[in-house]
């Protein structure tokens, strides 16, 4: 209508969980439900988009505590919204620009843990007092696009208001299996900056280069510290060649690739 589109949607689900054997975490039932609605504006090289959304999650534990089971109920609710708008100067450059803010809350792994994690082996201790993450969340990128070449590059800025991550503990937690390195469930306020970038250029009709980057900043504006378990710095190489067809083998091609990632320095003092 008038150059503009929209969606307006609710959606739901509803999540159990039951264990026998060793505790790690307890029975829970989750129910959960959001609603939407977004809005699109588009007129000539200009796109805008804004939208809406409210969620609420009810969770209910059940635990045994000194032989009685205590069932404490968690309730969760909060807006989030987002604007952003995509500026095509020609067929080949485009710009946007992002801004929202969203949230989420503890998982009960996050709130309950208390056990040995055998995917990572590690002894994790949840927090029952943790409260939502809230974040604000800032993106800007272009996006050049011609025959032989393609260039996209976005930059970002997240603030995340109680982010929820695991924490180191000393001393490790000793069990009847061995020792294991223990880990606890914590938040801070935090600061997320990065770019990520791709370059592709063919060559050839047959033969594409592709290079990749990515760059995070990550810190805790609490501890006025970085932030742990972040990924560092990597950039990535590859070289795809690109076969004639043989009967039904058909998009047959040939990749060589490397990527050399950056020890990660940025660690807490």
């Given at each position: 209508f008038h150059h503009f589109t929209g969606t307006i949607g609710i959606n739901g689900m509803t999540q159990g969980n039951t264990y026998s054997g060793r505790f790690f975490i307890p029975n829970?039932?989750?129910?959960?439900?959001?609603?939407?609605?977004?809005?699109?504006y588009t007129k000539n090289k200009l796109q805008i988009e804004?939208?809406?959304?409210?969620?609420?999650?009810?969770?209910?534990?059940?635990?045994?505590e000194s032989n009685v089971i205590v069932s404490p109920i968690y309730k969760y609710e909060n807006p989030s919204i987002t604007l952003g708008a995509i500026y095509k100067r020609s067929d080949k450059l485009s710009f946007n620009l992002n801004a929202g803010s969203a949230w989420r809350a503890p998982g009960v792994n996050e709130l309950y843990s208390d056990g040995i994690h055998h995917g990572?082996?590690?002894?994790?201790?949840?927090?029952?007092?943790?409260?939502?993450?809230?974040?604000?969340n800032f993106i800007a990128g272009v996006n050049y696009q011609s025959e032989k070449f393609h260039l996209?590059?976005?930059?970002y800025h997240n603030i995340v208001d109680g982010f929820i991550y695991l924490q180191p503990r000393l001393p490790a937690t000793v069990t009847i299996h061995g020792s294991f390195p223990t880990f606890v469930y914590t938040q801070v306020n935090a600061r997320f900056s990065g770019i990520d970038a791709q370059f592709n250029y063919r060559i050839i009709p047959s033969l594409l280069l592709t290079t990749k980057t990515s760059i995070l900043r990550a810190f805790d504006q609490i501890n006025n510290n970085w932030l742990i378990q972040m990924p560092a710095d990597k950039v990535s190489e590859a070289a795809t060649y690109n076969m004639k067809s043989y009967?039904?083998?058909?998009?047959?091609?040939?990749?060589?690739?490397?990527?050399?990632?950056?020890?990660?320095?940025r660690v807490p003092a």
């Open positions: 829970y039932r989750n129910y959960s439900g959001g609603i939407y609605w977004i809005e699109r804004a939208g809406f959304r409210y969620d609420y999650r009810w969770l209910k534990i059940y635990k045994y990572t082996a590690t002894f994790e201790i949840g927090d029952r007092n943790l409260t939502p993450e809230k974040a604000y996209e590059v976005e930059a009967g039904k083998l058909t998009n047959n091609y040939i990749t060589v690739s490397a990527e050399y990632t950056n020890k990660q320095w």
